[in-house]
């Protein structure tokens, strides 16, 4: 290539530095093609940069905090060019800093207690940690058996995200499995690692704390099977999990994110396998076996629902909340909505002792009770259906007759279909503003597939098929209001159509689909026609000039060949994850 024919080709600004007989570290790291150099694997830079002393220079800058009085090159630019040059992966530099155990203290001085420990350097550290663990796994594991007090150490600091970063590469939640991988994780499941990372859910801790503790220890409940996740799953960790989250019950971040954990723990979606297949797919709903949840594990967690369910009470909170609809007298709180998602996964684990237990306890009648006293609340109503598709779904006679006769489901639905607003009620949570008009409750269109779910599963369930047969006004209304609801929402039936789900057609059927279905092509070309002609797709802030409005229709026109070509092409772009705009040239 012609840039590298030494007529045309500049020497590097760095071999100027490398040609002087004296230079220093500092010369080549405030230099700013350092680290293209070292990509391109520059022999004189890599050899400079390899020797003992510049790496023991480079690591200090890493892991030392600068002077106060220290110049902005000092503080900012060189540990991150420090930082860059390790992780360019260069084996001859990594090399010498994993052989020499002097190196590897000096690292990992970082996490001592006494020192500061900023988040600008944590993330310099981190960053140098799981360069080590992807490339140097064997020796930097070893360093690491040698000195358990680096596990202690690295707990300790959960609270900083980088840190915690690091904990999750090393428990092997992440992609990358290393060649000891079963290895190192027996012997983590052998120290007290675990032990630490639970007892950071302690409400005397913070709550940054609290959430990279449940994070890490999530990441952990996700990767089974593996000898922590096992660990992590029996009884004596579930105990003592409840435990930190029940500690004090003024201490809302421990409760949630000590339920986070817990939630993993039962999470059907885990994977079971830990290979890199599977990890290439994780966000992907193929190639997801789903681990039964193990027994022991829910009925270590039943005794704690009692504790839970006194949660749920809101009258003895005062608290106050004003809203642009009225007042929340108290308002759900993060930590109520948590125990209501923890019981809705639970259920999903159709255990029966479990559901006994939510059934005998109560739960599941405080549960719908929250759902129609904060109408306004979608992320509570979101689980409170899951909770209730799963107790239909369970086709077990003794918890749907609780949810249709105990709970009276059906009949607080035809009392919310009655009167759909809030209403000014002293005893209920939620209040409308004063002076205003009542707002419509927000939990309609779950209602709405709640009581379809009801008629559908009443044609397979002789004890909801008799429920519904014994309930005249229900029968009434499903007849009318809930059957003339169903059509209008019924999108296919809409006179624009709606594109078909990508599942339920092939290309092949795009044109006849565009045919079959009923679209107003003339209405259709002239929004399109208007739409581009005013600039309506375009940057909103770009000034109109006057009189480009009175251009020629020509230039902007939208036929209706035009309009059919743009529906296909959004269509297209449906399957193709992006959209294709046809505008001005008529096809």
């Known amino acids: 290539m012609f840039w590298r024919l030494t007529s045309l080709s500049t020497s590097s600004p760095v071999e100027s530095i490398l040609d002087k007989e004296n230079f220093s570290l500092e010369e080549l790291l405030d230099e700013e093609e350092i680290i293209q150099e070292c990509k391109a694997l520059n022999s004189r830079l890599v050899n400079f940069l390899r020797d003992r002393a510049q790496v023991e220079e480079l690591l200090r800058y890493i892991v030392e905090e600068p002077p106060k009085d220290a110049e902005s090159k000092r503080a900012f630019k060189f540990p991150f060019i420090a930082c860059e040059i390790f992780t360019c992966e260069i084996d001859v530099i990594l090399k010498t800093l994993v052989e020499e155990s002097e190196l590897m203290d000096m690292l990992f001085s970082f996490l001592e207690p006494d020192r500061p420990h900023s988040a600008l350097l944590a993330g310099y550290f981190s960053k140098v940690i799981i360069c080590l663990m992807i490339r140097k796994t064997v020796p930097l594991m070893h360093y690491v058996q040698a000195h358990q007090n680096v596990l202690r150490q690295l707990v300790d600091l959960i609270g900083i995200t980088s840190i915690m970063e690091v904990l999750v590469r090393l428990v092997g939640a992440d992609d990358h499995v290393y060649p000891n991988f079963m290895d190192v994780m027996q012997w983590l499941s052998e120290s007290d690692m675990l032990e630490m990372i639970v007892d950071k859910l302690s409400p005397s801790n913070l709550p940054e704390v609290h959430a990279n503790a449940a994070e890490t220890l999530c990441a952990i409940a996700r990767n089974a099977p593996s000898a922590l996740a096992t660990k992590l799953s029996s009884p004596s960790f579930v105990a003592r999990i409840f435990d930190h989250a029940l500690e004090d019950s003024h201490s809302k971040s421990g409760l949630v994110h000590s339920l986070s954990v817990c939630i993993s723990l039962l999470d059907p979606k885990r994977l079971l396998a830990y290979s890199p297949l599977f990890h290439s797919f994780r966000n992907q709903h193929m190639y997801e076996c789903p681990v039964p949840v193990d027994p022991v594990t829910v009925g270590a967690m039943l005794p704690k629902l009692g504790d839970l369910l006194k949660l749920l009470n809101v009258s003895s909170d005062d608290k106050v909340l004003p809203t642009t609809y009225g007042e929340l007298r108290p308002p759900l709180g993060k930590h109520r909505l948590k125990i209501v998602e923890f019981i809705s996964v639970l259920l999903k684990t159709g255990n029966v002792t479990a559901e006994k237990e939510l059934i005998n306890s109560g739960t599941i009648k405080r549960v719908i009770d929250l759902f129609f006293e904060y109408p306004c609340n979608n992320f509570l109503h979101h689980h409170v259906e899951n909770i209730i598709m799963s107790c239909l779904e369970s086709k077990k006679d003794d918890i749907v007759d609780h949810l249709l006769r105990e709970c009276n489901l059906m009949g607080k639905i035809l009392q919310t279909e009655k009167n759909p607003i809030i209403l000014a009620d002293s005893n209920q949570p939620t209040s409308p503003a004063v002076g205003k008009r009542a707002p419509r409750v927000c939990n309609l269109g779950h209602t709405t597939r709640i009581s379809n779910k009801i008629l559908q599963?009443?044609?397979?369930?002789?004890?909801?098929?008799?429920?519904?047969?014994?309930?005249?006004?229900?029968?009434?209304?499903?007849?009318?209001?809930?059957?003339?609801?169903?059509?209008?929402?019924?999108?296919?039936?809409?006179?624009?159509?709606?594109?078909?789900?990508?599942?339920?057609?092939?290309?092949?059927?795009?044109?006849?689909?565009?045919?079959?279905r009923d679209y107003d092509v003339s209405a259709l070309a002239n929004n399109l026609n208007q739409a581009f002609r005013y600039k309506s797709y375009g940057n909103i802030d770009t000034v109109e000039d006057p009189r480009s409005l009175g251009q020629d229709d020509e230039d902007v026109y939208f036929d209706d060949e035009s309009a059919e070509v743009v529906i296909s092409s959004l269509r297209l772009g449906d399957d193709q994850g992006r959209f294709v705009i046809v505008a001005n040239n008529p096809l």
């Open 457 to 516: 599963m009443g044609n397979s369930q002789s004890c909801i098929r008799t429920y519904l047969l014994e309930n005249t006004e229900w029968n009434e209304w499903q007849a009318t209001t809930l059957h003339e609801r169903n059509l209008v929402e019924n999108v296919y039936r809409w006179s624009c159509g709606r594109p078909t789900a990508l599942q339920d057609r092939t290309r092949d059927s795009d044109e006849d689909d565009l045919h079959d």
